[in-house]
């Protein structure tokens, strides 16, 4: 049981390159987010989705896209990078425990830090 | 808009000493829950504590205590016996329906555990 994982660890990227990070979870977790932790700031939400072929914008979307082809993996996207883009990734699912709303806990990955030159 | 505040953005305590870390947040939702997590230098989230927001009892956990205060819109995370393993950042959050139950999180507090 791997838990939430995230390919990759690193990576630096030049301004106007793409690349994708990957997020896979084995826990059949219907919630999945991405979120970005740049220094001195907490976590801020780019985009979740809420189950399979779903997609939703959080609060710092632009420059990024997301996929949810399958219910395990999290895909984000980045087309043209950019040095404001310079950051570290936190993918995170959502468990629905048995105790209700009160059983929602976020599982966090390791994280990616990605750099744009 | 809705923001968590974290005031100190550095804290020290000696080992074995009792430190509060300090947190108000601003939301308009009357259904929502509270967190502290701990983010080591690993990088790794720890959620430490959560409280739901229509509970008055104030949450424990071991060490770790809550004082939450719904009225002023406070949550702050109290240390017990401080260990040297309990130097990290420590980052308030909290979450609603809104937005797929994700979390929003403040700045964080930097705790420093010297012996």
């Known amino acids: 049981n791997a838990g939430v994982t995230q390919t990759p660890k690193f990576r630096v990227l030049k301004t106007g390159q793409s690349m994708t990070l990957l997020c896979a979870q084995d826990?059949?977790?219907?919630?999945m987010y991405w979120y970005r932790q740049d220094p001195g700031m907490g976590l801020r939400l780019i985009h979740y989705s809420v189950g399979e072929g779903t997609t939703a914008k959080g609060e710092v979307p632009d420059g990024y896209n997301v996929s949810r082809l399958k219910k395990q993996n999290f895909l984000l996207g980045l087309e043209s990078a950019a040095p404001s883009q310079t950051s570290v990734y936190f993918c995170?699912?959502?468990?629905?425990?048995?105790?209700?709303?009160?059983?929602?806990?976020?599982?966090f990955g390791p994280g990616t830090r990605l750099t744009v030159t | 808009a809705q923001t968590v505040t974290q005031s100190q953005p550095e804290m020290s305590v000696q080992e074995a000493e009792t430190v509060t870390l300090s947190c108000t947040y601003d939301t308009s939702e009357s259904d929502y829950y509270l967190f502290w997590y701990k983010q080591p230098p690993s990088r790794q989230m720890i959620l430490v504590i959560r409280q739901e927001a229509y509970k008055q009892q104030n949450a424990t956990e071991n060490r770790f205590s809550v004082n939450f205060q719904k009225a002023a819109k406070s949550f702050s995370l109290k240390i017990s016996d401080s260990q040297l393993g309990d130097a990290a950042m420590y980052f308030c959050?909290?979450?609603?329906?809104?937005?797929?139950?994700?979390?929003?999180f403040g700045k964080g507090t930097s705790l420093l555990v010297t012996p």
């Open positions: 826990m059949n977790h219907e919630y």
């Open positions: 995170a699912t959502l468990y629905r425990g048995l105790a209700g709303d009160a059983g929602y806990e976020q599982y």
């Open positions: 959050a909290y979450r609603t329906v809104n937005s797929g139950y994700a979390l929003n």
